[in-house]
């Protein structure tokens, strides 16, 4: 497999159940949301969490895997979250129709990247 460019996003996010998503502005960056029969989810750059939220974990980075990835592509989340937990580091991923989005603790951030650039992924500091 070639080697996969992961690019820093310089974003905080936070992770959050939200009553209902009336306070999400989409057009924003980063915002992903999730629903389920038993919660409504939102992962969001700290600074938009809407009013509503009804619990929030804030403090988490993120990378995305650079591009557009191939439907057929298989294992690509899976090596980087089993690399990163080989390392002791814990991941909230997030997956779009383009790519795969990897968050971390701030307190590991650095530390994931060192990782999976000793990994031989190509990293992309943020801009």
């Known amino acids: 497999m070639e080697s996969l460019v992961l690019e820093a996003l310089g974003v905080r996010f ?37 009013d509503n939220v009804v619990e929030r974990d804030d403090g988490w980075m ?19 979250a089993g690399i990163l937990a080989e390392n002791g580091i814990s991941i909230f ?6 790519t ?8 590991n951030f650095a530390r994931a990247l060192a990782v999976l650039k000793g990994a031989g992924y190509t990293v992309l500091e943020s801009r």
């Not at 795969?100 to 307190?107: M, N, P, Q, W």
């Open 100 to 107: 795969d989005y990897i968050l971390t603790r701030e307190e």
């Open 62 to 80: 993120g990378m995305r895997i650079a591009g557009q990835l191939n439907f057929s592509l298989i294992g690509i989340l899976a090596r980087i």
């Open 93 to 98: 991923a997030v997956s779009t129709f383009n």
């Open 14 to 50: 936070s992770v959050c159940k939200v009553a209902d998503f009336s306070g999400v502005d989409l057009s924003q960056p980063f915002c992903f949301t999730g629903t389920t029969d038993e919660e409504r989810s939102l992962v969001c750059p700290e600074g938009l969490v809407p």
